[in-house]
T-cell receptor
Framework: DAKTTQPPSMDCAEGRAANLPCNHS???????VYWYRQIHSQGPQYIIH???NNETNEMASLIITEDRKSSTLILPHATLRDTAVYYC?????????????FGAGTQVVVTP | GAVVSQHPSRVICKSGTSVKIECRSL??????MFWYRQFPKQSLMLMAT?????????EQGVEKDKFLINHASLTLSTLTVTSAHPEDSSFYIC??????????FGPGTRLTVL
């Protein structure tokens, strides 16, 4: 599975949009981009995933560039409860086991 | 999303004892479950993958005789840390998934070995 690069940390003001970048320049055609987050001392929480089209759900939006080498997770209105480590993971769906390999992620701190 | 539970949430044990952690998928049948370990200020490290009814596949560097995994049913996997030592103190997290679907994680188990 392709590796990803994320900034180590990011601050965001409450109520504003948080835009989290992720580079995955070696992604292959059958690999999806997944986003998870982990609030301190809890298990990770699934946020969203996509292949090449932009995706939106009740938690966030995922924007994937046309060449698929990078993506951005958007939290439209950040709240204090969104403070967490956010992980961008690339995963091929040809492997039904779907092993997730977590990198360092981005520590997002939402401030009042 | 689907719910995955872990029991216990915290455990403190003496060095040399064995500890069993349970992972259950509460509202779906998980063909595959995963076990992760997370040390303070570090990311999650995948330990092993288990499929119901077959032996677990361990990641490189993970001792299979020390971390025993049993996936006896589609809703239950157990991780037993045998002869635990202080260096095994960590946050253990399981996840469960259906084929070609996202993984759902348990809340984690904090193990402290004295």
């Amino acid at each position: 599975d392709a590796k990803t690069t994320q900034p180590p940390s990011m601050d965001c003001a409450e109520g504003r949009a948080a835009n989290l970048p992720c580079n995955h320049s070696t992604i292959s055609g059958n690999e999806y981009v997944y986003w998870y987050r982990q609030i301190h001392s809890q298990g990770p929480q699934y946020i969203i995933h996509g292949l090449k089209n932009n995706e939106t759900n009740e938690m966030a939006s995922l924007i994937i560039t046309e060449d698929r080498k990078s993506s951005t997770l958007i939290l439209p209105h950040a709240t204090l409860r969104d403070t967490a480590v956010y992980y961008c993971i690339v995963l091929g769906q040809t492997d039904s086991w779907g092993k997730l390999q977590f990198g360092a992620g981005t520590q997002v701190v939402v401030t009042p | 999303g689907a719910v995955v539970s872990q029991h216990p949430s915290r455990v403190i044990c003496k060095s040399g004892t064995s500890v069993k952690i349970e992972c259950r998928s509460l509202d779906f049948q998980a063909t595959t479950m995963f076990w992760y370990r997370q040390f303070p200020k570090q990311s999650l490290m995948l330990m092993a993958t288990s499929n119901e009814g077959s032996k677990a596949t361990y990641e490189q560097g993970v001792e299979k005789d020390k971390f025993l995994i049993n996936h006896a049913s589609l809703t239950l996997s157990t991780l037993t840390v045998t002869s635990a030592h202080p260096e095994d103190s960590s946050f253990y997290i399981c996840s469960a998934r259906l084929p070609y679907n996202e993984q759902f994680f348990g809340p984690g188990t904090r193990l402290t070995v004295l």
